[in-house]
């Protein structure tokens, strides 16, 4: 009998141990990479987050937030996301940036910070943001938006970035050689390329150029746990 209650004991704590396991990786945010300049962020408490919604599949999950870094077609086809949840934010770079002031914004299961993006090509830096989303668990990601080098970038370095995702094709915007240093300066754990090339989703050339440390190239269409 002894043995048998044992038994049953331990076959508990095992099922309880792996409901326990289970349980902990659900609650773990995911970022799913849709190409060009979109991503997508669950967070632990499934809570969704569309930054500069234009490329790619994966809108069929109900917004929570919508950020936008600037005005350009390409960052703003909002009109993708099926369906928005009730009290569903959009911030712009216009929320993001009033009176030469970036602002944060506290949603509870995210903070979110405007920093400067913009170049002298196409982007008129009191035209653009881009973002810094902490998630409640202390996960920051770090969005370039449409840029070249700005100041701000020196001061991220301290800001302990888990990923940073920085554009890179040297048209609109920098090119290859300044988005590495600017990957170097901000220091993320994880540097990440994406807005590759106009018309494309995702250029795994060009991806394989952007030699800095820490590394991580996400094709376009792939979800990835953040930790």
């Known amino acids: 009998m002894k043995k048998m209650l044992c038994g049953i004991l331990s076959l508990s704590v095992l099922l309880l141990c792996g409901a326990a396991a289970a349980e902990e990786t659900e609650a773990k945010a995911k970022l799913l990479y849709q190409g060009h300049g979109s991503l997508r962020i669950v967070t632990a408490e ?11 599949e994966g809108y069929d999950l109900p917004a929570d937030l919508i950020l936008i870094t600037h005005g350009h077609s390409d ?15 959009k911030i712009t770079w216009k929320e993001g940036l009033k009176k030469g002031e970036y602002k ?32 409640s668990g202390g996960i920051t990601v770090y969005v370039s938006g449409d840029t070249s080098a700005t ?31 600017c990957a170097k300066t901000v220091n993320a754990k994880h540097s990440i390329p994406y807005h590759m090339a106009p018309g ?20 376009a269409g792939e979800e990835i746990i953040l930790e």
Do not use: S
Request: charged share 25%; net charge negative.
């Open 200 to 219: 494309k989703l995702f250029d795994e050339k060009r991806a394989e150029l952007f030699d800095v440390p820490g590394r991580l190239i996400i094709p």
């Open 46 to 56: 499934g809570k969704v987050i569309y930054i500069d919604p234009y490329a790619g």
């Open 104 to 135: 944060t914004f506290d949603l509870g299961f995210a903070a979110v910070e405007a920093v400067q993006a913009g170049n002298n090509k196409n982007h008129n830096i009191k035209e653009c943001v881009g973002w810094l989303i902490t998630l």
């Open 75 to 89: 960052h703003t086809a909002v009109k993708l996301i099926k369906k928005q949840n009730k009290g569903c934010e």
């Open 151 to 181: 100041e701000q970038m020196a001061e991220l370095a301290g800001r302990n970035i888990g990923y940073a995702f920085f554009c890179c094709d040297g048209i609109y915007n920098m090119d290859m050689d300044e988005a590495v240093a």
